[in-house]
């Protein structure tokens, strides 16, 4: 998944990796003649390609039958819009005419220096060209694309053939989806095969109980065509929580809250270097490449601590508190301190509302206010007492400088698909106060005042955390009216959503904790006219034993 990307996932892609250069070219039957390419980024290449896919499911309450129509509708509008969904990853032999003609550099396979001075081209000039590089190939004609069904993007399942209802447990519904192949297999799994599924998957699913009352509706998507930010564009674009009830066959492209548009997918090629330019520092936009590329660590790591895995809501009162907080952890620690009661800042009201570290924030929100997300970053890798921190960051609308134009020629924007994200990397004096982890999203790079210059060599035995933010791309829903109630117009209601970890987490190192924060509970429904944060949590038991009593979990959504 996404939020594994240029994190912990290293470690266990590096694994794939080595079995993937195994394999040698493509699949004599894959044929990828005539057909328009998109060459992957270097870092897509050594990670996210060989990622597990973006997966998440929603519970609605609503007849299937009636929405399927509608969504198989607008799935066939939204890959007529982006083709490449329906593509294929292959191997390309660098250095061809096809290369030369669209003027892209042979992408870099070499770990990066790690003198933290030398300049971008310095490291360009010690790295080796690779002799192929990994694209996506897909048909630019839309007039012979095959329907979503036919593609297999696009499938209703008959009631009872997956045994999901809204109260399965966790666990169960990651088993019986990947066992329905409901969810995309591993890219590293379909590099260069000639039978790879397309990178998009829309399942509706009827529940297993009340089949006409509920259904669930799983999105996956291969993480090689981008991150959380382009699933979600896709997502949205379905318009689940806007199925009018007087119209179940066509919905005017006007009426829908998300229009149906095209993604650019052809990657920004002078992003790695506009990166470094736009944090200032090499070592600091290029840290985990080493990491990614060589983990400096036995790979046959005996591991005795077990892992605790959790799914929870947040609770807003904890997270007022944090985001007032200001150098002081413990005032958190009784109802009685000067903290309790205090209002927030006056953006940081609430907990879905305020910037969250995937859109970009000014010097002055910066100083001023301070995000769900950075408060209980810094609060997280505070309770992990991480030696490095890493907070993962959407790069769109981010590339450039205070006051200054953009690093890009081509600016980076919403509609770029593509894997644009970039960690934060943090010391324990960068992350002890909320404030220190918010103003770092105005510079994209730790910002206390006393820090020392370098960062400390990454190893994958050192204790390190990573955070990552999805809570703002499900916004809250608005099939409901908060004055008058459930719109009439409306044939679903979101009821719960989440991510599909189908991620196998025994491969993580021990001592690496993960904070994943999303939307569980859309808001504006009759059930919650406010949206809930969920957080998923993977940590040591000493770490959730102290994460359990701070009265920060809310409602556990369920035990992994």
């Not at 005539?34 to 609605?60: G, M, R």
């Not at 003609?101 to 000039?125: A, F, H, L, R």
């Not at 690093?407 to 960690?423: C, K, Q």
Request: with cysteine.
């Amino acid at each position: 998944m996404v939020l594994l990307a240029l994190g912990a996932a290293g470690y266990a892609a590096y694994v794939a990796q080595e079995k993937l250069l195994e394999d040698g070219p493509n699949d004599p039957k894959l044929d990828v003649t005539n057909k328009a390419f998109i060459q992957l980024l270097k870092h897509e290449q050594e990670l996210s390609a060989l990622e597990y896919p973006i997966s998440t499911i929603t519970f609605f309450k609503g007849n299937y039958q009636q929405v399927a129509p509608i969504l198989e509708k607008r799935s066939n509008r939204i890959l007529q819009h982006n083709p490449w969904l329906t593509g294929c990853l292959a191997w390309k032999v660098n250095g061809d005419d096809a290369n030369k003609d669209k003027g892209i550099n042979p992408n870099v396979t070499e770990n990066p220096t790690d003198k933290p001075n030398d300049s971008w081209e310095s490291m360009q000039t010690q790295t080796a060209k690779p002799t192929r590089s990994m694209c996506i190939y897909y048909d630019e004609n839309r007039d012979t694309l095959p329907s979503c069904t036919s593609t297999g993007c696009f499938q209703v399942l008959e009631p009872f053939v997956v045994p999901i209802h809204r109260s399965t447990p966790y666990q169960d519904i990651l088993k019986n989806v990947q066992c329905m192949k409901v969810v995309l297999p591993p890219n590293y799994e379909l590099i260069g095969k000639h039978d790879q599924p397309p990178f998009w998957k829309v399942t509706l699913i009827p529940d297993a109980e009340t089949p006409g009352e509920r259904f669930s509706l799983v999105v996956s998507m291969s993480h090689a065509v981008g991150d959380a930010h382009t699933f979600y564009k896709l997502y949205h674009m379905l318009n689940v929580t806007h199925c009018p009830l007087d119209d179940t066959t066509t919905v005017p492209t006007d009426s829908l809250q998300v229009p149906i548009l095209p993604l650019d997918p052809d990657r920004c090629q002078d992003y790695p270097k506009a990166l470094v330019q736009r944090v200032g520092s090499l070592r600091e936009a290029t840290y985990m490449q080493a990491a990614i590329s060589k983990p400096p660590i036995n790979l046959i790591e005996i591991r005795k601590e077990t892992k605790v895995r959790k799914l929870f809501t947040i609770n807003e009162t904890f997270v007022r508190l944090l985001q007032t907080q200001q150098s002081n952890p413990d005032q958190l620690d009784t109802e009685d301190g000067p903290l309790f009661g205090q209002e927030v800042t006056q953006s940081g009201r609430i907990l879905i509302d305020p910037p969250l570290s995937d859109a970009p924030a000014t010097a002055n929100e910066t100083s001023k206010q301070v995000s769900t997300n950075s408060a209980i970053t810094s609060w997280f890798f505070c309770t992990n007492e991480a030696s490095i921190g890493l907070m993962l960051v959407n790069m769109r609308n981010r590339m450039h400088k205070p006051g200054s134009e953009s690093v890009l020629a081509v600016p980076l924007g919403d509609y770029h698909a593509g894997n644009y994200v970039h960690p934060i990397i943090y010391t324990p004096m960068d992350y002890e106060t909320p404030h220190l982890i918010q103003e770092s999203l105005h510079h994209l790079k730790r910002c206390h005042p006393e820090t020392p210059t370098e960062l400390p060599r990454f190893r994958w035995d050192m204790t390190s955390s990573i955070s990552v933010n999805w809570s703002s791309f499900y916004p809250p829903g608005t099939n409901v009216d908060e004055a008058s109630g459930q719109d009439p117009r409306s044939l679903v209601e979101a009821e719960l959503h989440l991510p599909l970890w189908g991620f196998p987490m025994d491969m993580f190192p021990n001592r690496v904790s993960l904070l994943h924060l999303f939307t569980a509970y859309p808001g504006r429904t009759t059930v919650n006219k406010r949206a809930r944060v969920g957080a998923f949590v993977m940590c040591s038991e000493a770490a959730w034993k102290n994460i359990r009593a701070s009265g920060i979990v809310d409602e556990v959504i369920s035990d992994l």
